[in-house]
């Protein structure tokens, strides 16, 4: 098979591109480095493997790319953490919409031409902002309230967008939505507000790196968004590239949607409390609490069976072996003054 991965130096598209390389799939990653600026992955020199430095909102670029694969997973967007959801509430808007039209003219362009025979979003799990059904089933993004966050609502809006080309040009599409992907190769985004927490200055997007960055830098106590009673199932980088590449190669997962979570629930505070002890086993742990932000949702619990049923995949990465992983590399990243 060969895919067209748009956003391909992004921080989940770096395990999956590596993951399609490794199940014997020809890959051309497009991307602009607008969010963390040249980064250098291990697979640059596979010989399966072409990167294209190109914007994704540029259709004429994308056609000619898609014309040559087979599938096109449209991952290219502006994401950051929830400061990002504040600071660019217009941007994430308007600037994703402009990339997931082009990337789906593309790949329109291509299907009709006989080439691409899907296109696969690369959703998230912030379509479920508003929902009230916990664990929450693929589905309910539709019987909801609309996300409130614009980047949970153009988030959405990408999965209309593959409902509306089926319906009208008959492109078949896969939606896959990670959840709270953790992992390593995640650095400042270029376009990151900067903020304190406490004592320390953020320098990545989500709350594993951030807590990690802050407990190696001696803050005590430790400071957390909101009272840490906030539920995420943090997922495995890899974990996630294997659920998106089954989903890829299955028919069954034609014109389907799909969460790829962890099936583990852990609060804000128990996820500090780990990375503390495993960091600083022999000090006290000490919290406290700053004013969260508007769009830290309380519950992101997913349903997971369908996954399970349809793909036969499974998240098999434990808490306890992502952290053994993301530890050491932010130390070194840190000591080396990366971050």
Not at 20 to 35: E, R, T
Request: aromatic fraction near 10%; proline fraction near 5%; include cysteine.
């Amino acid at each position: 098979m060969r895919v067209l991965v748009t956003g391909a130096a992004g921080f989940i598209c770096g395990y999956l591109v590596e993951e399609l390389l490794a199940a014997g799939h020809q890959v051309i990653g497009l991307d602009n480095y607008s969010k963390y600026g040249p980064v250098a992955k291990s697979y640059d020199g596979h010989p399966a493997y072409r990167f294209v430095e190109g914007d994704a909102k540029d259709v004429r670029l994308l056609t000619e790319l898609a014309g040559d694969v087979d599938q096109v997973v449209a991952a290219a967007a502006m994401i950051g953490g929830i400061s990002y959801f504040h600071e660019f509430a217009y941007d994430l808007l308007a600037e994703n919409e402009r990339i997931v039209a082009a990337t789906f003219e593309a790949a329109i362009d291509g299907f009709r031409r006989g080439q691409v025979r899907r296109i696969v979003v690369l959703s998230s799990s912030m379509v479920y902002e508003s929902a009230r059904v916990f664990p929450t089933p693929e589905g309910a993004q539709l019987k909801s309230p609309p996300p409130f966050s614009t980047y949970g609502f153009q988030k959405l809006a990408s999965e209309y967008f593959a409902k509306g080309a089926w319906d009208q040009y008959r492109l078949p599409y896969t939606i896959v939505r990670p959840f709270n992907c953790v992992g390593i190769g995640e650095r400042r985004a270029l376009r990151d507000a900067e903020l304190l927490s406490g004592n320390v200055k953020l320098a990545m997007s989500h709350v594993v790196p951030d807590l990690v960055l802050k407990v190696l830098k001696g803050q005590d106590p430790l400071h957390i968004l909101g009272d840490g009673s906030q539920v995420r199932h943090y997922t495995y980088g890899g974990d996630l590239a294997r659920g998106i590449r089954m989903a890829m190669e299955s028919d069954a997962a034609v014109n389907n949607d799909f969460n790829l979570s962890t099936a583990q629930s852990t609060t804000v505070v128990e996820l500090a409390k780990t990375i503390w002890r495993k960091i600083n086993p022999e000090r006290p742990f000490r919290v406290v609490s700053d004013p969260p932000f508007e769009h830290d949702v309380q519950r992101r619990i997913p349903q997971v069976r369908k996954a399970a049923d349809v793909l036969d995949f499974e998240a098999t990465t434990s808490l306890d072996q992502m952290l053994d992983e993301v530890i050491p590399w932010i130390r070194t990243e840190l000591e080396a003054r990366r971050i």
